[in-house]
Each structure stands twice: as structure tokens, then as C-alpha cells.
């Protein structure tokens, strides 16, 4: 099961901000947090993560609390190509490959002109 | 440099019919993952490939089964497909010889399987 929690739906002014919160108080030490977003039927776009500092990139900003039980993924200027599913997913990434990537429901946000 | 591609990108077999998708990685990346997606169960994940070795597996029937290549590419097979089966089929691809551990997945359009 997925071990975040993530509201199912959020709207957002197109240019203002969108910031998508994300609970996930059973984090481990050595589990990351990941963004992906998919837009309709296409393919998740990983978007950015951390693991215990905050991280910026082109795409967005990911805050990540103090005691690592929560993060808000923020997309600056929300335009209407933002509109997608988004996923905060917690992981341990492993040595031999990676440790799959356990997707919940999401976020279905929805940017508005 | 290129993305994951898979094909085909849609498909329509019958019921009982086997089926093989195909996903080829980035350049470089290692590791293989496929998942399914269908509107009432999200995205799952089938199984993961790294060096041509199954090194996850999720929770499906034994229908469901996959191989990577020396290459890196990697094929899913389904047999004896059933109604629910029905779902788009995406590949991801990571982890590049030399990255660190906690790199990203990049997915490929995916396969829309439709059983009929």
C-alpha cells in the first residue's frame, strides 16, 4: 500500500502558485520522497525529490518539514499545461535497482485560466 | 537522447490470447520496471528488471511475466489474457552505471492493451 496521503483534488489560478501538500508521518530514515505527475494518458513525469532538505529545479520546489512527516510540492507559476494527476511517493532506493514505486491516488489538480 | 520507448502503443487481442509488449530504456539505464494501469486499481507495479534479472515482482497472477536483454530492453508477456487485463501498460526506465542510488524513473508512453 501506498504510504502517503495526498488530498484527491486541488484547484489552482493559472500564473499563481499551486502548492500540493503530501502526508507521509511513516517515513523512514532512509526513504526518499518523490514527485511525479501524469498528465492524461501519457506516461508519469518524474518531477523532483528529497530526502530531508529542501530542493529546488526547474519544474518546481519541494519543502520537506523538519521532522520529515510531510512535504508541499510547489509549482511556482501554475499554467494550464500543470493540469495533471500528481504523486508523492516515499521510497528506499535500492543496490541492486531500484525499489519500486508505490503510486496512490494522487492529487488531480486542476490549473484554471 | 531518446526516451523509453514502447511498443506497440495500442493493441487489441481476444480473450484467452497471449500478448507481448516491448520497452526499450533510455541509453545506459539498467534497470527495467513495468507497471499496469487501469481506472480502478491506479498504477501497480508488475515487476522490475535490473541486469537482466527480476529483482521485484508484484502482486500478479503467474500470467503475467517478463525478461530483460543484454541490451537492457525488456519484454512483458501476459498469456491467456482476460477482460481485466485490459489496461495501458507502462515501462520505466533508471539507473545508469555510476549514478547514485536514489535516481528518478522515466516512463515511456506506454501500451494500451485492450481485451475483447
Known amino acids: 500500500d501506498a504510504k502517503t496521503t495526498q488530498p484527491p483534488s486541488m484547484d489552482c489560478a493559472e500564473g499563481r502558485a499551486a502548492n500540493l501538500p503530501c502526508n507521509h508521518s511513516?517515513?523512514?530514515?532512509?526513504?526518499?520522497v518523490y514527485w511525479y505527475r501524469q498528465i492524461h494518458s501519457q506516461g508519469p513525469q518524474y518531477i523532483i525529490h528529497?530526502?530531508?532538505n529542501n530542493e529546488t529545479n526547474e519544474m518546481a520546489s519541494l519543502i520537506i518539514t523538519e521532522d520529515r512527516k510531510s512535504s508541499t510540492l510547489i509549482l511556482p507559476h501554475a499554467t494550464l499545461r500543470d493540469t495533471a494527476v500528481y504523486y508523492c511517493?516515499?521510497?528506499?532506493?535500492?543496490?541492486?535497482?531500484?525499489?519500486?514505486?508505490?503510486f496512490g491516488k494522487g492529487t488531480r489538480l486542476s490549473v484554471i485560466a | 537522447k531518446a526516451g523509453v520507448t514502447q511498443t506497440p502503443r495500442y493493441l487489441i487481442k481476444t480473450r484467452g490470447q497471449q500478448v507481448t509488449l516491448s520497452c526499450s530504456p533510455i541509453s545506459g539505464h539498467r534497470s527495467v520496471s513495468w507497471y499496469q494501469q487501469t481506472p480502478g486499481q491506479g498504477l501497480q507495479f508488475l515487476f522490475e528488471?535490473?541486469?537482466?534479472?527480476?529483482?521485484n515482482k508484484g502482486n500478479f497472477p503467474g500470467r503475467f511475466s517478463g525478461r530483460q536483454f543484454s541490451n537492457s530492453r525488456s519484454e512483458m508477456n501476459v498469456s491467456t489474457l482476460e477482460l481485466g487485463d485490459s489496461a495501458l501498460y507502462l515501462c520505466?526506465?533508471?539507473?545508469?552505471?555510476?549514478?547514485?542510488?536514489?535516481?528518478?524513473?522515466?516512463f515511456g508512453q506506454g501500451t494500451r492493451l485492450t481485451v475483447v
Open positions: 511513516t517515513i523512514s530514515g532512509n526513504e526518499y
Open positions: 528529497g530526502l530531508k
Open positions: 520505466a526506465s533508471s539507473f545508469s552505471i555510476g549514478q547514485a542510488m536514489n535516481t528518478e524513473a522515466f
Open positions: 528488471y535490473f541486469s537482466e534479472t527480476q529483482r
Open positions: 511517493i516515499v521510497r528506499v532506493p535500492g543496490f541492486s535497482g531500484n525499489t519500486p514505486l508505490v
